[in-house]
């Protein structure tokens, strides 16, 4: 698998499950993590603000989930929403849980960047486009810098908010 900033990772299996045991680790590292879900920058899409919350357990369902799971993974997207735009990253986002067939289970907290408006329009009816643009444009050194910036953000306010 290559990441967002060009680099291999190596995997054998769930690539979940190996950054949830620390197997590798992306540039920006991981923003905030507990005894039952990581959250990080997405690994292959270098866009500003695009965090991915996951469970440690390997799941492929959202209905797999404890009800306590639900409740934190939920309180996790909304602290880091809360944190991205009380940072001026993006005022606007979408939340999209990702089920796929032997797929680890994991939820999406997309930014609605006035680019991506620019871009496409509709950004919900032309998410794939978004994804394209991102991996061929916005793979630069000054993007990847912003990236690492607000991965700290994120570490920083969860740090001091437990």
Request: include cysteine; glycine fraction near 4%.
């Amino acid at each position: 698998m290559i990441n967002y900033a060009n680099e291999e990772i190596n995997l054998n299996g769930c690539p979940a499950c190996a950054y949830a045991k620390n197997e590798f680790t992306l540039p920006c590292g991981m923003a905030y993590e507990n005894d039952r879900f990581t959250l990080s920058q997405d690994w292959k899409l270098p866009i500003q603000g695009f965090f991915v919350v996951s469970p440690k357990r390997h799941i492929e369902n959202f209905e797999e989930l404890s009800k306590q799971e639900r409740i934190e993974i939920f309180e996790i997207v909304n602290k880091t929403i809360k944190i991205l735009k009380s940072n001026n990253i993006c005022d606007r986002f979408n939340v999209i849980f990702e089920e796929k067939q032997n797929v680890h289970f994991h939820v999406w907290i997309m930014p609605r960047h006035k680019w991506m408006n620019d871009l496409v329009g509709n950004i919900s009816n032309n998410i794939g486009k978004i994804f394209e643009y991102a991996k061929t444009n916005l793979n630069t050194p000054d993007n990847l810098k912003k990236i690492n910036e607000i991965t700290q953000i994120i570490k920083e306010k969860f740090m001091y908010q437990q």
